[in-house]
């Protein structure tokens, strides 16, 4: 799929973030903060001791430390060796002073460039920084320059309460040698100075609808009439046998395929996990099922695609790998097996090299009651009990964790997964 990235460069206060963040929720696209990833590695310089001025011990240090981009809902977060860089400290006062050094290093620029090329993968999106438009996308049409007179800039920045040199900041990013800060030819260039951010905002929001840019809807799927009466019934089913309620269904509203990772105490996970959404999604099942005629002509219409039994694995991967190539959505349980008593399991490889293998995302699905409702020991279910269904937010996973070797970086990625499902929690204030 191609997708649509829009490109806002501009110098310190000039309204980039504030602007981009709501050009983003506007259209339904990811927000990318490109400064955000300058200043989580020079926070992350600092913490080592290293000397910023010291180019061949910056680079010591981002060979030896695993770098993580990754989206939180629709914004990008930052991990460095598996701690989450914070807002506070990307704003220290010291990573300020620091953070022009470390970005006008070609090779820490090159790492980072790759990072947010990678964003573009991953979903329409508006990204900000100094060289998006010049550097990073050069090829997008859609390009903005914004700037303000340095005396607005730095009013700006001082009403925000931030010591921040921003003079200096802009004099070493647009006088590097290296992707300096510089308004590409053909982006269009806002003068914010005398503007409200609500001006500045509309002022793109509008070029864009111009320009045929708009926003995205998941593509619906047509159900068939099997599909929509079985639905139609489980969800009544559902809801009258066991309450059934869902919790943050808009998070699994993303475009193209995707893994829908729940995890599995029940018969009851596959058709809970399916009424809980608004699109048909897809199932695997041991071809063996599909033996009764009732079932070889039902499961086909219930999107359920039959695992070869004698060489399941191989056949489920290669099956289960096509459907999301061809943007579905389907469900998977990295657990492997229903649950003996209730309790989470660890995670199989089987997610992880999935995902490995066609770098889709994975939307973390967690259900509460289906263990209690018909746990493995009951041939039938019990009609009372409660159930939620709640949706996590989608993990997109990084270059790095996709192409990590072997069977170990697979299970790394099942492992995140499972640690998403454990984290899920019934919302407070529902019963
Ligand atoms: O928010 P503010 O405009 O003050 O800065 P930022 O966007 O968070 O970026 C912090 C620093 O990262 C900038 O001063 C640049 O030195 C660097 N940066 C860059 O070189 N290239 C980018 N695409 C984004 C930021
Ligand atoms: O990302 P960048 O450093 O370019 O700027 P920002 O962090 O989005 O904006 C810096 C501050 O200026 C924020 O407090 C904005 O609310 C404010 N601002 C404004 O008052 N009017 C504008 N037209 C743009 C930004």
Redesign the pocket.
């Known amino acids: 799929m191609h997708f649509v990235a829009i490109a806002i460069d501009?110098?310190?206060?000039?309204?980039?973030?504030?602007?981009a963040r709501r050009v983003a929720e506007h259209f339904g696209f990811l927000f990318i903060n490109s400064?955000a990833m300058y200043r989580a590695f020079t926070w992350w310089v600092l913490e080592n001791r290293v000397n910023p001025s010291d180019a061949t011990a910056v680079l010591s240090l981002l060979q030896r430390s695993r770098f993580e981009c990754g989206l939180q809902g629709r914004e990008s977060i930052i991990r460095i060796d598996g701690r989450a860089v914070t807002e506070d400290f990307m704003r220290r006062e010291d990573v300020n002073a620091s953070v022009s050094t470390i970005a006008a290093i070609p090779e820490v620029r090159r790492a980072l460039v790759a990072q947010q090329q990678h964003f573009c993968s991953m979903g329409d999106l508006v990204m900000?920084g100094r060289d998006i438009g010049t550097v990073v996308i050069p090829e997008t049409p859609y390009k903005f320059y914004?700037d303000?007179s340095a005396e607005v800039r730095v009013r700006?920045?001082r009403?925000?309460g931030i010591d921040d040199n921003i003079r200096d900041r802009d004099l070493k990013d647009s006088s590097r040698d290296t992707a300096p800060l510089r308004p590409a030819d053909d982006a269009q260039r806002i003068d914010?100075s005398h503007?409200?951010?609500e001006?500045?905002t509309e002022k793109v929001i509008q070029t864009l609808h111009v320009e045929g840019v708009r926003r995205r809807e998941p593509p619906r799927q047509v159900m068939s009439w099997v599909y929509n009466l079985t639905y139609a019934l489980c969800k009544a089913f559902f809801g009258i046998a066991y309450a059934m309620e869902v919790h943050h269904a808009e998070r699994a509203r993303i475009p193209g395929g995707a893994y829908f990772a729940s995890n599995h105490a029940s018969f009851l996970d596959p058709p809970l996990v399916g009424t809980a959404l608004e699109e048909p999604i897809f199932y695997l099942a041991r071809n063996t099922l599909f033996k009764p005629p009732i079932f070889s002509w039902l499961l086909p219409r219930l999107n359920t695609v039959p695992v070869d039994r004698d060489n399941a694995e191989l056949s489920s991967l290669r099956v289960s790998m096509q459907i999301v190539k061809e943007g579905k959505k389907m469900v998977v349980f990295p657990e492997g097996t229903r649950t003996p008593d209730g309790s989470l399991q660890p995670a199989q490889r089987g997610v992880g090299m999935l995902v490995a293998k066609t770098g889709v995302p994975v939307i973390p699905v967690r259900i509460f009651g289906s263990f209690e409702a018909f746990p493995r020991t009951s041939k039938f279910p019990k009609l009372d009990g409660k159930i939620h269904v709640v949706f996590g937010h989608p993990i997109h996973f990084s270059e790095e964790e996709l192409t990590a070797k072997g069977k170990a970086g697979q299970q790394v990625i099942s492992d995140r997964v499972m640690q998403a499902i454990a984290s899920l929690t019934v919302p407070d204030g529902t019963s």
Do not use: C, D, H, N
């Not at 501009?10 to 602007?19: E, I, L, T």
């Open positions: 501009g110098p310190a206060a000039s309204g980039k973030s504030s602007v400064g900000e914004l303000a700006r920045r009403a925000q914010t503007l409200t951010l001006e500045v």
